[in-house]
Each structure stands twice: as structure tokens, then as C-alpha cells.
């Protein structure tokens, strides 16, 4: 622990800074595992659901409260995956709109990187768009978000496992290799892991491997054992894991992410909500930092929760004592495990050590 002094007149206790959420909002940030679906602007979302004519609550705090995860809920993995409604949109400018208004709003956390990963089937299901165009739709709004928001943003595709076999998965994939383009860094496979593990979709795996344009994050070990996530880097080749909270069952385990450098992505709010880990206290984040586990801190889903990627980081000051240096050192390792070409990564850090110093400096009064 430091503490931040100014001409050793002033002192500001370091813990006073990081377990401070309107201090913590200004720190850097790099997330690599949010959801699109579950990032919603809800002001957005509200005028967009009146004007389409659904059945939601007139005034924008009950509205709120009808999309979000109950506060008082007990964990509840079904109720929390019952909140992704994709009955909003009508038309693609819908899409377009609530996307670039989700994006540019994750400035409020930050974020000098954001690595974002949508559901093209979420967004054209229902009005059966075509799934090129809503890609592009997509991507083009996640980039005019993003310069809204002055961050930087790359995209992942997410295949559900639960609504898609490993062949309409391949067939989803030759669609978003013929649409997008370098924005496009990566897959996600998500969805329910209890009933379709990740074998299922070796084929489909077998195919990102050997095109080699996308790298892979899968869900594992968020509400099943840690073999799903040897599974899920053995033999589907993930570079990252989604969750990954199982791997403190396993030391063996956590050896092998150390030397194949696989990073977890973790998410404490959303992991005590879905049940994933029995509450935030206790969660696995600080011993796996401390066994030297690659981990990564992120919001997944943070309207549906009702919180913010800030409130993840000050809990995780709260519960394991992180300073300043710790996150320092967790970010950097998330722009080293994030999707980008080297050369990205390399101004990507430098932006992040530009932007931590100005953060120091405004610490000091
Ligand atoms: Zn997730």
C-alpha cells in the first residue's frame, strides 16, 4: 500500500481511493468480457420499447426495475438468463441505436479498451433480419459508440450452445467470415454449460483452429467443474476463459493456465447472481490472483445486474485488498490476453500508462 502525498502536506490513505466508486470510476479500464445483450441503456431501451408498442412500465424506474436482476434475489441462474428479452427491435435503425448508445455509455466506467461480444442471432431473430447485414449493423454502431465514448472497441461472436448444434454453428460462422472484418477479433461460445459441454462443438472448434482467424474465449467452470475448462483449452484451443471460477478446485489446473498464459475472465457480481460462486466475499478472484493464475476483472452483463464495472472493481478492493498496483497489473495483463494484433497492444499499453499517470496525478488532492 502507498499512500499519495503532495508536498507531504496532504495524505489520501490508499485503501480511501480504491474502495471510493466515484474515485475508481476514472481509473483505466480494460474489459474483455461484456455482453452487448446485457449492457443495455435503459433510457434508450425504454423510449425504443413505448415506441414499438410492448407491454412495459410507463415511467423509467419501474421500467428499470422490470429489466434488471431483483437486488433482494436470491442466486438464480434461470431467472437471471430469463432477463435477455430480444423483442425490442423493429428495425435495424433500432438496432443500431440502442448499440451505439450501450457502447458510448461504457465511458462512464473508463474504459480505455472495451472487448465486446454479441449474439448476431439475438438481434435477428425475431424480425428474421438478415444476419450479414445485422453483423455489420452491429459493428458499425459498436464504432460509433466507441468514438462517442473515446475508447477503444473490438468485437467477439458469440455461438450459443444451447440454441445452436455445432453445424449451424459452422453455418453462423461462414456468415461472419464473409461479413465482418478486422473488427472482428474473436468467438465466444456461451450459453447453458450444465447441458451442452463443450465437446459437443469440437467440430466447430476444429474449423476456428485451422481457418485461424478468430481466437476463442469459452464459458467454462462457471457452474460445472474445472474438467470442462481443460476441455475448453486442450482441445478447442481457448486462448481465454469465460469465468473459469471452477479452476480454484483444481492446482493442477492452475498450473497449466500459468504456462499456456490463459487468462480467466471474471465477474463477481454476475458470478454471485447466477449462482456461479456462493457469495462475493469469498470469491476465487483474490486467491488465483495470488496462486499467480492469469485473471482478468469484468462487469459480463452489467444492466441486467444493476451494477457497474466500477462496483466490481471496488468490491475487489473491499474483499482482497487490491492497491492501485494490483490493478494496474491486472489491466496490463488484459490488454496482453485481449484479441488485438501486437502492434495495437503495444499503443494500447501506452495509452493505458498515459492514462494511469494522469489518474495518480488526480489522486494526490
Ligand atoms: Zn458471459
Same mark, same amino acid.
Given at each position: 500500500?502507498?499512500?499519495?502525498?503532495?508536498?507531504? *502536506?496532504?495524505?489520501?490513505?490508499?485503501?480511501?481511493?480504491?474502495?471510493?466508486?466515484?474515485?475508481?470510476?476514472?481509473?483505466?479500464?480494460?474489459?474483455?468480457?461484456?455482453?452487448?445483450?446485457?449492457?443495455?441503456?435503459?433510457?434508450?431501451?425504454?423510449?425504443?420499447?413505448?415506441?414499438?408498442?410492448?407491454?412495459?412500465?410507463?415511467?423509467?424506474?419501474?421500467?428499470?426495475?422490470?429489466?434488471?436482476?431483483?437486488?433482494?434475489?436470491?442466486?438464480?441462474?434461470?431467472?437471471?438468463?430469463?432477463?435477455?428479452?430480444?423483442?425490442?427491435?423493429?428495425?435495424?435503425?433500432?438496432?443500431?441505436?440502442?448499440?451505439?448508445?450501450?457502447? @458510448?455509455?461504457?465511458?462512464?466506467?473508463?474504459?480505455?479498451?472495451?472487448?465486446?461480444?454479441?449474439?448476431?442471432?439475438?438481434?435477428?431473430?425475431?424480425?428474421?433480419?438478415?444476419?450479414?447485414?445485422?453483423?455489420?449493423?452491429?459493428?458499425?454502431?459498436?464504432?460509433?459508440? @466507441?468514438?462517442?465514448? !473515446?475508447?477503444?472497441?473490438?468485437?467477439?461472436?458469440?455461438?450459443?450452445?444451447?440454441?445452436?448444434?455445432?453445424?449451424?454453428?459452422?453455418?453462423?460462422?461462414?456468415?461472419?467470415?464473409?461479413?465482418?472484418?478486422?473488427?472482428?477479433? !474473436?468467438?465466444?461460445?456461451?450459453?447453458?454449460?450444465?447441458?451442452?459441454?463443450? *465437446?459437443?462443438?469440437?467440430?466447430?472448434?476444429?474449423?476456428?483452429?485451422?481457418?485461424?482467424?478468430?481466437?476463442?474465449?469459452?464459458?467454462?467452470?462457471?457452474?460445472?467443474?474445472?474438467?470442462?475448462?481443460?476441455?475448453?483449452?486442450?482441445?478447442?484451443?481457448?486462448?481465454?476463459?469465460?469465468?473459469?471460477?471452477?479452476?480454484?478446485?483444481?492446482?493442477?489446473?492452475?498450473?497449466?493456465?500459468?504456462?499456456?498464459?490463459?487468462?480467466? *475472465?471474471?465477474?463477481?457480481?454476475?458470478?454471485?447472481?447466477?449462482?456461479?460462486?456462493?457469495?462475493? *466475499?469469498?470469491?476465487?478472484? !483474490?486467491?488465483?490472483?495470488?496462486?499467480?493464475?492469469?485473471?482478468?476483472?469484468?462487469?459480463?452483463?452489467?444492466?441486467?445486474?444493476?451494477?457497474?464495472?466500477?462496483?466490481?472493481?471496488?468490491?475487489?478492493?473491499?474483499?482482497?485488498?487490491?492497491?492501485?498496483?494490483?490493478?494496474?497489473?491486472?489491466?496490463?495483463?488484459?490488454?496482453?490476453?485481449?484479441?488485438?494484433?501486437?502492434?495495437?497492444?503495444?499503443?494500447?499499453?501506452?495509452?493505458? !500508462?498515459?492514462?494511469?499517470?494522469?489518474?495518480?496525478?488526480?489522486?494526490?488532492?
Amino acid at each position: 500500500m502507498h499512500e499519495y502525498s503532495v508536498n507531504n *502536506e496532504s495524505l489520501v490513505d490508499e485503501t480511501t481511493i480504491t474502495r471510493d466508486a466515484a474515485r475508481m470510476r476514472a481509473f483505466p479500464k480494460v474489459e474483455l468480457h461484456r455482453h452487448l445483450e446485457g449492457t443495455f441503456h435503459v433510457p434508450t431501451l425504454h423510449t425504443m420499447a413505448l415506441r414499438n408498442g410492448l407491454d412495459v412500465p410507463k415511467d423509467l424506474d419501474s421500467f428499470a426495475a422490470s429489466v434488471q436482476f431483483p437486488s433482494d434475489s436470491e442466486p438464480d441462474f434461470l431467472k437471471f438468463l430469463s432477463l435477455f428479452r430480444n423483442d425490442w427491435y423493429r428495425s435495424l435503425d433500432d438496432v443500431s441505436l440502442i448499440v451505439s448508445n450501450s457502447v @458510448a455509455s461504457a465511458a462512464d466506467d473508463g474504459i480505455v479498451y472495451l472487448e465486446l461480444r454479441f449474439s448476431p442471432e439475438h438481434f435477428a431473430a425475431v424480425n428474421d433480419f438478415d444476419r450479414a447485414t445485422v453483423i455489420r449493423t452491429v459493428l458499425d454502431a459498436v464504432d460509433e459508440g @466507441a468514438s462517442k465514448g !473515446g475508447f477503444r472497441a473490438r468485437s467477439l461472436i458469440t455461438f450459443n450452445r444451447s440454441k445452436q448444434s455445432a453445424e449451424e454453428m459452422i453455418d453462423l460462422y461462414r456468415i461472419v467470415d464473409a461479413a465482418s472484418d478486422e473488427r472482428v477479433v !474473436g468467438v465466444d461460445l456461451a450459453g447453458d454449460e450444465l447441458n451442452f459441454p463443450p *465437446e459437443l462443438f469440437r467440430p466447430f472448434f476444429d474449423l476456428v483452429q485451422s481457418e485461424g482467424r478468430y481466437r476463442s474465449t469459452i464459458h467454462a467452470g462457471e457452474v460445472t467443474g474445472p474438467e470442462q475448462i481443460w476441455e475448453a483449452v486442450d482441445r478447442l484451443g481457448a486462448s481465454r476463459i469465460g469465468h473459469g471460477v471452477a479452476s480454484l478446485q483444481d492446482s493442477k489446473l492452475q498450473e497449466h493456465l500459468r504456462e499456456k498464459k490463459v487468462a480467466l *475472465e471474471l465477474c463477481i457480481t454476475s458470478n454471485y447472481q447466477t449462482g456461479s460462486w456462493v457469495d462475493q *466475499e469469498s470469491h476465487p478472484f !483474490g486467491r488465483l490472483l495470488e496462486a499467480g493464475v492469469p485473471v482478468t476483472l469484468n462487469s459480463d452483463d452489467p444492466t441486467i445486474q444493476n451494477s457497474t464495472l466500477t462496483d466490481d472493481y471496488v468490491k475487489a478492493a473491499r474483499f482482497f485488498e487490491l492497491s492501485i498496483d494490483d490493478f494496474e497489473q491486472i489491466n496490463r495483463l488484459a490488454i496482453e490476453s485481449s484479441f488485438l494484433p501486437d502492434n495495437e497492444k503495444v499503443s494500447l499499453l501506452e495509452e493505458f !500508462g498515459e492514462r494511469l499517470r494522469t489518474f495518480r496525478d488526480e489522486q494526490k488532492t
